[in-house]
């Protein structure tokens, strides 16, 4: 159904920003709850933030509140992962998906991932 490809991703020090973007490609996603979701080798996927469908409720994982900022804009069909203040344990793949907001779950294929690596 919806084909996302993630991108921002890249090599920062420690306290540095990134910002990631999830853009549609086929069709849209505004009519469903977005999430972020990031993976470090040997450990879990993990959920990082999630968005509702309108843009008015956010959520975040604890480790990542106060630093991380989920948004989206309705009419670019595009969903953003503002990274500040990042830590060496951010390094990870991030990836985007259609979410059931309320259980915080992917509901959908996984994009390619974008690459994020936090130096010290």
């Known amino acids: 159904q919806v084909q996302l490809v993630e991108s921002g991703g890249g090599l920062v020090q420690a306290g540095g920003s990134l910002r990631l973007s999830c853009a549609a490609s086929?069709?849209?996603?505004?009519?469903?709850?977005m999430g972020w979701f990031r993976q470090a080798p040997g450990k879990e996927r993990e959920f990082v933030a999630g968005i509702s469908v309108s843009g008015e409720n956010t959520r975040h994982t604890d480790s990542v509140k106060g630093r991380f900022m989920i948004s989206r804009d309705i009419s670019k069909n595009t969903v953003y992962l503002q990274m500040n203040s990042l830590k060496p344990e951010d390094t990870a793949v991030y990836y985007c998906?259609?979410?059931?907001?309320?259980?915080?779950?992917?509901?959908?294929?996984w994009g390619q991932g974008t690459q994020v690596t936090v130096s010290s």
């Open positions: 998906a259609r979410i059931n907001y309320i259980l915080g779950t992917p509901s959908g294929s």
């Open positions: 086929g069709r849209t996603f505004s009519n469903y709850a």
